[in-house]
């Protein structure tokens, strides 16, 4: 068996709740598709959807405005 990266080993706990319509969607989502392991369905929605807010959201050299004035003095 390989050894983990120590950066890599999950050390922070963090907590969520649901609403009773919120857990019960969730309930009928593992069930239907057979999750046997929710903790990571909702560890890569969280990560899935972070890293695509980072992603989309990028620090840029020029801010929106002076970015839509270049696009349309090319385009």
């Known amino acids: 068996?390989?050894?983990?990266?120590?950066?890599?080993?999950r050390t922070?706990?963090?907590?969520?709740m649901f609403n009773d319509y919120e857990a019960a969607a969730f309930d009928r989502y593992c069930k239907r598709y057979k999750v046997e392991n929710r903790a990571k369905v909702v560890r890569e929605a969280i990560i899935t959807k972070v890293f695509a807010d980072i992603d989309r959201n990028h620090p840029t050299l020029f801010d929106k405005e002076e970015l839509d004035r270049l696009e349309h003095r090319f385009y």
Do not use: V
């Open 12 to 16: 922070h706990k963090l907590t969520i």
């Open 1 to 9: 068996m390989q050894k983990q990266d120590p950066k890599l080993k």
